[in-house]
């Protein structure tokens, strides 16, 4: 017999699937977003090695990066249970363990909860208290500012950008205990980053986020002149931003070089996004996003 569980937000009624426990599993995991989190975990741990003077302390490492790893996950599945109505009417995420009825909503709050509470206490007790405090301002940013304002107004990116910035300053203080302008630099390169990474996939998902009532950048000017500008203008910035590392000795020439060949990458594929307007330019886009951060924080620490 078939399970159902009321959605009164929807007033519909939603098969709920009986699930194996290995697809649970899968519905847990794909919760707290693979993906990203992995994204954050490297770029807190490229923080943390840049902090370490002389050799790294590995076993230090792996213990900040396991309470890190927490939070993301923690904080991707709390997301996904506020946004549960906005995700069942947007194709891209119609399927997520939530709206396609795989895990209830409880079960999800619960879940990123219980993960989001223990790696604050995780980061203050094994790591240090400024960690967990870092760790705070981004639930505080995330979830109480970013979220809401997604279906308020198109600033919701700027605003996400700054909880989305703090990884590396959450390794930083791990390996170091404390934040210095070194520290800041990793976070203006990651702010700043995150413009044309996230612009390209409002771009590419613009109808479906116009469904859902989330006011990104291309839902509220569909013909896309500012958020092209918005591109290339923070391309722009960024590229002399991901110098500055070298300027103040974090790391060495081949670093310099290699990130100024990195940023006129990333560029190019900004201006061909910005003056095209197409969706598959702007797939080009994300992808060079995603394949510019790892490489540049990866040779950064590799030329510490």
């Known amino acids: 017999m078939e399970e159902f569980v009321i959605d009164l937000n929807r007033s519909a009624v939603v098969p709920l699937e009986r699930l194996s426990p290995r697809e649970r599993f899968a519905a847990y995991l794909e919760l707290t977003k693979p993906r990203i989190t992995f994204l954050i975990v490297l770029t807190s741990a490229a923080g943390f090695a840049l902090a370490s003077s002389g050799a790294v302390n590995y076993a230090a490492m792996l213990s900040a990066m396991l309470g890190i790893a927490l939070l993301s996950s923690g904080l991707a599945t709390i997301n996904q249970y506020m946004e549960r109505d906005l995700d069942a009417l947007m194709r891209r995420t119609a399927n997520r363990p939530l709206p396609s009825g795989r895990l209830l909503p409880w079960e999800a709050l619960a879940f990123g909860a219980g993960l ?131 300027a103040l000795g974090i790391s060495g020439r081949v670093y310099f070089y290699g990130a100024i060949v990195l940023g006129l990458l990333f560029l190019y594929s900004s201006v061909r996004a910005a003056f095209s307007k197409s969706r598959q330019e702007a797939r080009r886009l994300l992808l060079a996003s995603v394949i510019y951060l790892p490489l540049l924080f990866i040779l950064m620490v590799l030329d510490r």
Do not use: C
Not at 139 to 152: D, E, M, V
Not at 179 to 202: D, K, M, T, Y
């Open 116 to 246: 989001t509470v223990s790696a604050e206490i995780y980061l203050a007790v094994m790591v240090n208290p400024l960690t967990a405090l870092l760790g705070l301002t981004v639930i505080a940013g995330y979830l109480f500012a970013y979220t809401p304002l997604k279906t308020k107004t198109s600033l919701s990116t700027m605003v996400g950008a700054f909880p989305g910035a703090v990884p590396p300053l959450i390794g930083w203080a791990a390996a170091s205990g404390s934040v210095g302008l070194e520290a800041w630099v990793l976070f203006a390169i990651l702010f700043l980053w995150q413009f044309p990474h996230f612009l390209a996939i409002a771009w590419m998902y613009r109808e479906d986020y116009s469904r859902a009532g989330i006011l990104m950048l291309p839902v509220v000017e569909p013909d896309g002149r500012v958020t092209a500008q918005q591109i290339v203008v923070y391309t722009v910035l960024l590229l002399p931003v991901s110098l500055l590392p070298t």
